[in-house]
Nanobody, 127 residues
């Protein structure tokens, strides 16, 4: 069965960096896109970025473009990463990774195009 497990969330100061990991299992690496979403307090769920393992393609929300980088590693464990730089308080939230219905990031950032979710990891940006 599909399983996604996030890790790496932490408390970080404004301007800092953080790397989130999403360990995926139960499906062929190239078959499904992986998205990162975040839920900030009092705000709607936001699609942050998407990675297509099949071709390495990435897509980013305007709010994180130039600061966040998504990548994948299929050499040992199937893991997708979200490298976050120049973090600000607006980046605070619970970050989820999710497996999409399609090979590429079709449907992103629609959450319903990503039916399988991890449990989330908390990122707090505060001084």
């Amino acid at each position: 069965q599909f399983q996604l497990v996030e890790s790496g969330g932490d408390l970080v100061q404004p301007g800092g960096t953080l790397r989130l990991s999403c360990a995926v299992s139960g499906f062929t690496w190239e078959d499904f896109a992986i998205g990162w979403f975040r839920q900030a307090p009092g705000k709607e769920l936001e699609g942050v970025s998407c990675f297509s393992p099949g071709n390495g393609g990435t897509t980013y929300a305007d709010s994180v473009k130039g600061r966040f980088t998504m990548s994948g590693d299929n050499t040992k464990k199937k893991t997708v990463y979200l490298q976050m730089m120049r973090l600000g308080p607006e980046d605070t939230g619970v970050y989820f990774c999710a497996a999409g219905m399609y090979t590429y990031c079709r449907g992103f950032p629609d959450r319903y195009a990503f039916p399988t979710w991890g449990q989330g990891t908390q990122v707090t940006v505060s001084s």
